[in-house]
């Protein structure tokens, strides 16, 4: 057990930071959709080099809605900075979200003092950010999925010195708040060419793929039936060196929906992603899934989907190598 007197605990992020072998972990707790409930406590634990003894679990920082958490090298310096993404704003209020703007905060591991990527500058909310690799060089970038849309944040300088400048990809899904922007995104290659997925809008129905034709980023459709589109891994499952899309839907069919679509739906590329017919295949139906990462669990060569749901649901789909689908 790494932590036990805790509550609200809404995302995680795990990556060895010191060398030692042994995953660091990263624990965003104390979270609630209203600021004012939300004591949004980040905590950095280390195993001591004994994962199954005591842990050393240290709070670096408490901002109100502290919502995703990763781990990348923004200045790379081979050192991991913690970056930190709130929900919303501190004024932002159900149903709509969108009367305060968002921070994005980055931290160093020297001391965990709080940097700023975006300062109050998002509309409404944040709902993923995710690692990629866009730019050559050592340095990683961030992807930020919000009301606004998709944006591509590279920083400047090393260190505390860092700046930073954002990119909008799209605006994602147009349309009144708490309906527009993007849920997630993800980033994969297709012939050798970058693409991205995402699920849109917040909480949203569609599956998106943008591809890239001169310096602009084209937003396609390819699946308008998801009723509540949560998170998006963009990745090959079928080895054509096409990267596919796989769509978590945490929806639950009930009196009040009864057309609700739960569980994980995945959509294998075509050969030309920007125009061509993507084959879809609805791999889990019964539980509602939040997210799926993807890995080769049993070492036999195919990539593999973990994927959680509700109350600690996790399940593993397994991929046969055979067609499109993992079973």
């Known amino acids: 057990m790494i932590v036990s007197d805790t509550r609200g605990i809404v995302n995680k992020a795990i990556a060895d930071i010191d060398g030692d072998g042994i995953p660091e972990v990263a624990i965003q707790s104390a979270f609630a959709m209203q600021a004012a409930n939300s004591e949004g406590i980040n905590w950095v634990a280390r195993s001591g080099g004994n994962p199954e003894g005591a842990w050393d679990v240290q709070p670096i920082d408490r901002f109100e809605t502290s919502h995703h958490v990763v781990w990348v090298d923004l200045d790379g310096d ?24 968002a921070s994005v905060f980055w931290y160093g591991q020297e001391n965990w003092d709080r940097g700023i990527i975006a300062d109050a500058d998002i509309p409404g909310v944040i709902h993923r950010v995710r690692k990629v690799s866009w730019d050559t060089g050592a340095r990683d ?80 459709v390819i699946f308008d039936g998801v009723t509540s589109g949560h998170e998006v891994v963009v990745v090959d499952l079928n080895g054509d060196d096409r990267a596919d899309i796989v769509a978590n839907d945490n929806s639950r069919v009930t009196s009040n929906r009864p057309n609700g679509t739960p569980g994980v739906h995945v959509f294998f590329s075509p050969e030309d992603p920007a125009t061509g017919e993507w084959s879809y295949s609805r791999i889990e139906s019964e539980a509602a899934m939040n997210g799926c990462v993807p890995g080769d669990m049993n070492q036999d060569g195919w990539t593999d989907l973990v994927c959680t749901g509700g109350g600690g649901f996790i399940r593993w789909y397994e991929n046969l190598g055979q067609q499109d689908s993992p079973r």
């Open 78 to 101: 081979g050192a991991l900075e913690l970056v930190n993404a709130p929900l919303i704003g501190p004024g932002s209020l159900a149903p709509t979200y969108d009367q305060d703007s």
């Open 141 to 220: 970038q961030i992807l930020v999925a919000s009301f606004e849309g998709i944006g591509l944040y590279r920083a400047n300088g090393i260190g505390d010195a860092m700046t930073f400048e954002k990119e909008l990809i799209s605006r994602g899904h147009v349309g009144a708040a708490p309906r527009l922007g993007s849920s997630d995104v993800g980033s994969g290659m297709s012939n050798g060419q970058r693409i991205l997925g995402s699920v849109e809008p917040w909480h949203g129905n569609e599956v998106v793929v943008y591809t890239e034709s001169d310096g602009m980023w084209n937003r396609r």
